[in-house]
T-cell receptor
Framework: QQPVQSPQAVILREGEDAVINCSSS?????VHWYRQKHGEAPVFLMILLKGGEQKGHEKISASFNEKKQQSSLYLTASQLSYSGTYFC????????????FGKGTSLLVTP | KAGVTQTPRYLIKTRGQQVTLSCSPI?????VSWYQQTPGQGLQFLFE???????NKGNFPGRFSGRQFSNSRSEMNVSTLELGDSALYLC???????????FGPGTRLTVL
């Protein structure tokens, strides 16, 4: 069951904020966020476990609403280096260790 | 600490052939997951191995199989290749369940 990400693509000017959403129809145990730059492998950003806690570092943070099975990634004061495709990966409750990724959100930050 | 390595990096095959891809995880990592990445579908989960046991499998036909060796290195095999199997195949390793995954550079498979 692939989670649904929105928006599919977003273009920002440097310094602007963005929110990327990820939702699942199944009960989730955890949500992972990764960023992939063109021609490179995905790189881990953060994990959120069920419990609704918000995590983050510097200007990238995320939340997980366990009741709604939704997670959001917040990018504030975007930098050029934030450009890339963001993927959420979800691990369902009692499904064993299987990370199902969404189709990704393409983010482009312009000067 | 060496990262995840995948070999080969590029492969060109013809329909009907079979292919084996290899993944060496980060030292100490016992979990290896495989993903197929295509422009339209994003990252799709193939299977995950932990200590030589397949713990989970994605929604792919039986032509896709894998295994893990005692040193945690993993291989995936695709038999009777189809044009639609053309994709970037990524493997990722982690220490265990629900942990951060470290991705390898991938193997680009082209089926002609």
């Amino acid at each position: 069951q692939q989670p649904v990400q929105s928006p599919q693509a977003v273009i920002l000017r440097e310094g602007e904020d963005a929110v990327i959403n990820c939702s699942s129809s199944k009960a989730l145990y955890s949500v992972h966020w990764y960023r992939q730059k063109h021609g490179e492998a995905p790189v881990f950003l953060m994990i959120l476990l069920k419990g609704g806690e918000q995590k983050g570092h510097e200007k990238i943070s995320a939340s997980f609403n366990e009741k709604k099975q939704q997670s959001s990634l917040y990018l504030t004061a975007s930098q050029l280096s934030y450009s890339g495709t963001y993927f959420c990966g979800t691990e369902r409750v009692n499904s064993g260790y299987a990370l199902n990724f969404g189709k990704g959100t393409s983010l482009l930050v312009t000067p | 600490k060496a990262g995840v390595t995948q070999t080969p990096r590029y492969l060109i095959k013809t329909r009907g052939q079979q292919v084996t891809l290899s993944c060496s995880p980060i030292s100490g990592h016992r979990s290896v997951s495989w993903y197929q990445q295509t422009p339209g579908q994003g990252l799709q989960f193939l299977f995950e191995y932990f200590s030589e046991t397949q713990r989970n499998k994605g929604n792919f036909p039986g032509r896709f199989s894998g295994r893990q060796f005692s040193n945690s290195r993993s291989e995936m095999n695709v038999s009777t290749l189809e044009l639609g199997d053309s994709a970037l195949y990524l493997c990722a390793s982690s220490l265990g369940s629900s942990g951060e995954q470290f991705f390898g550079p991938g193997t680009r498979l082209t089926v002609l």
